[in-house]
């Protein structure tokens, strides 16, 4: 079964390569009606690009984007919503040498292996200039939630071992943005900048975790049994580049306690149930129980450094790699409004796609 | 959408509740002319039942199968082939004080929240039970598995702070299963087995951490950009009763790593392409490379405990609840056969539904 | 894909063979709280059911049926409700002579070039016992509908040269049981029963059509461009045996009007907007428009005959098969229940899927 | 569940609206290393555009395609194949004095009853207009179908009452574009030239029926018992716009034979098992039996006619319309290449998703 859309009732399909002609998305299922904020859309967008920073990869991607159909008159029409970016700083020749090489932890070997072909102008569809669109439909979903009142932010974590101290009820998009690293622990934040900058310097990378929540769900939110609310969320964020590994509420941290210490007890809160604590991260048996989501994504080193490694090549043969180019040390600041925008997808769709009761 | 089916191509739907008449599974998509090996099937969910051992819970499942449809003559048809299991030992006496109130951390909340009502007698589709068809549909997938030469083995990893070293590469099921704990690094075993007793009598309950292998998976599976193979697998995984976190490869330790020392280097082995680590879990850019797929599993700590509770009822009022009954104090050896059936529902989805090459 | 589940959001699975231990259906997305009118759904399947009249096959069938799951306390519970059906009256005996041949016009060779295997014993998957579930689901759907005022009522057009006529409007379920043949133009069933009589004693079969008028369905439902109203219809109704034909509204005879008669021509009664007439048959651009669907589904003429017939045999060595056991003359009253069936099943399915409009 | 996609392996995305930016596909699913004949793409696109000859809409449309994303030296890459088409000549004038205006047997009140809004600017998704996307994509598949030896060809069978004969085993391509009517029965072809002009001079539509046959279509395709081959067909083809009746094989005149002369006895012919007769239509039981598949579609009579019509505005008030513009007298010439399109898709989705035998 080809893998490139997501979602049952806001279905996403992507495509495109990373030095093909363009890049885009198709939304179908998009509710008729939205007056849609492209504003918002382009704030999105600009988050995830390269280049707009210090710490990240220079590669210059304006990230003007197309509506090709889906709008009308600025409301969407319940049609499939299309968006299209085109490709316009593609200049190949720094993958030319590489033409025949496997990339260390790259989709290289994998994508002949599975297709038999590839274009080795970059990434193809592994490159995170694919989540462009994701990144697009996500905005589009983030105002779908907005007018349910739910709030998705997410923030980087840590870099390396350096970690913040996050307040999740509280934590605003602002805030997260008000560091170039995105993390709104500002201390943690100097830290972090200071290791990517070093790690640049070395020509290496880091990896990372970001966190995220999202306030203001609704209980009875999810499918079980398979498709419990947790492992849509997993779906999406695991298909992320880079993306190896995913908690939700008390995570990994959660299985060295005791059921007595774990269990969130139930309260009354002014006519509302609530929990006293939050392990369960907002979702209880697969379905959504009206506390803030909260979970992580883990994301590995950036495979693409500036220092020679062993490989093969296309025939076998041993050789050594030298990667040139526009890359980033350390991916964690621009994954933020990509988790978001998987999360979005995934809750959007969940909401709309709720089963009606009798 | 509905969410009890899981797979594309070799696609399972499970029904039934915990104190029904009956739970089972259908298998949509198992190819025709397998000669089915029930006698393995009966094994897989022999390691699921509770009450076989000192840790697990004590309640009778004899889990006798009858395969309703699907077989003739001892080989698949190529139909849906329909495993379905009675529940006998099903006195629900012991929830009737319970009929009102919502258990923490459990589904009762959620449940109601989703669907307005709940089978209050057990946990309905949130109970473990539940996990009986997914066994015996894994146990189908896994001779299917076998066939190509790929062989899914899990251990329990960590019982609370009790952690075990375990070779990825030899880990075998027989000693896997010489310990009642699942684990095959005896030592910890030992550790762990003496840490379930001590939190059993204690009325409490431990999670811990399940990882897995796959050895022998061809390389080029997986269907980038969103069913990308970790994807796939961290969403089954995460289906499953009390899971909360998923890594492959590395994982959140890898997060940790310099790119120059998590990049996996491509090694020719005797012809054949491979990589100097495996920091990657067999896994790059969403597609198998060959390598053995490894991953891990969170699970909470069991929420039925033998403590007092806080809670509140269906009216919202404050109350509190002491639970009864047969139940584990912890899930991890059990969990070990739940796992490696995701895996083995994942991986034949994926290894049947690979697309043709021209 | 495997191919039997059918729906979205009301999604039903079939399994079992004509001659195994069982067949059934599990229904995934069955509105939770639903008060399930059992007497209702045996109802239904009476009329499925063969060797009730003299017109149809002698075959035993009680189809006692037993609700294995999703049920609690008479309602519904949201989750998988799966109907069980034993075979009870299954001597294969008759079938032991045609173990090798390949009958005319049925599914023998055709199972054999898919699937390689075959279970001999009748019909497998093909035979119109696979029915029973769909029919049970369709008494499930049809109760659904009911709730928001929607009617379903099918009969018996034509059986060989045998017309009737029949007012769309007025037609009612007991006018149609009326008569063995299911035809409410009593005149033309006298004329079909005759018919059916002398075909069977000439050890042959005869086809008809089947219409089918759905009253009280909302203008709104179906889904553009691929899963038109009339598309999701079709589909259902072509997958049931020895269908053969399907139109909706004018159909074939509406070709051969001019587009100044054709058309619908809008109006406004007592403030619903109406057409005039219905040559659309209730569906313009693949949408419901509030006006009755009505569609007609073609059936062939039953393959078994009593009459020696040509073939060949699985090694392709010429042979003659002359049918014995247990078969109808006509299809036409049977099939009435079955095109109910799928027309409920696809309009709950629609009406349950329908996009919410923000 | 949103609809804009169709088929499961060789899956089709359309987008775009008739009078917005542009319209499109996204094919996911294309098989890698398929050396694309755009000019074969070109050349269907072509019999399908309107204003190329004196019987149909003279609408200038160029459908100069571009090719997005998913081709990489003249190669697939098996990533999603995306072609574009811009609306050029798309003056939306002629349609503002229908802006409020539901015109007759169109799916202007239908789309504004499902998702209250509309694009007035001609049909939107509706439109014909939305098919090249369709044909682009059938073109595709058809090429993936040459390669295995899999040949579709359909003709127009009758226009009103002006019927053709044709040799369903014998009929090419070349015979069909010989006349502008598209009907290799040359006779027949010159009274439904006749036919339509003199409807064209009334300012009137008229109807008729596509047929169509799929040559060198291996044993054993279909997925029974939903999606049975004959099903997937029907779905697919009563998706096309003013597509109102579909039939297979023998279709609604086998239902008027007797079953002894309706059965295709089998023979054996040079080893290879065929059928005498071909009433089934090349699907027996919902699977291919490897002799021609055919089949027909009934189209009605465009909608828009040059007379006036009584119709109601959005407010329910009388009104009368009179459309002008520019239209086609008769779909059918044009829908052969939008039949031909559906039954490759539905073709090459069977093919490529044929299920893997052990």
Redesign the interface.
Known sequence: ??????G??F?V?????SH?????V?I??C????VLDLGAVDADLARRRPGTGKLVSPRKEPDAF???????EG??????L?F?FRNADADASAYEPLRDL?R????D???E???????WRG????SAR?TVGRVAAGAVARQ?LA?QGVEVVAWVD?V??EASTVDEGEVTRSAVDATEVRCPDRDAAARMDALIRE?RA?G??????VRCVARGVP??????????L??????????L?A??????????A???????A???????VD?A?R??TN???G????????MPIVLSV????????F?P????DRQ???AVIQPRGRHDPCVLPRAVPMVEAMVCLVLADAL??R????
């Open positions: 079964m080809p893998g490139n859309s997501f049952e009732r279905r399909t992507t495509f495109g390569e093909g002609a363009g890049l885009g198709v179908d299922g509710p008729a009606g939205l197309e509506v090709v159909s889906g709008l009308f409301r969407t029409l319940g049609t499939p299309t299209l496997y260390p932890s790259h989709a070997y994998t994508t292996a599975r297709f038999g072909v590839r274009d990434g193809g569809r592994a694919e779908i007018d840590r390396g071992d790690v070395e290496d990378t880091v990896g990372g975790t209980a009875g939110l999810g499918e079980p049994v398979f498709d419990k947790e492992a849509r969320l997993a779906a999406g964020l695991l298909s580049p993306a190896r590994g995913f908690e939700v509420g008390s995570g990994y959660g299985t060295r306690m005791r059921g007595s774990h269990n969130d007890a139930f309260v009354n006519g149930i929990t006293r392990h369960s991260g979702i209880q048996g697969g379905i959504s129980n009206g883990a994301f590995k080193p950036v495979a693409t450094i220092k490694q062993d490989t093969v076998g043969r041993p709309l796609g089963a009606p009761r009798r």
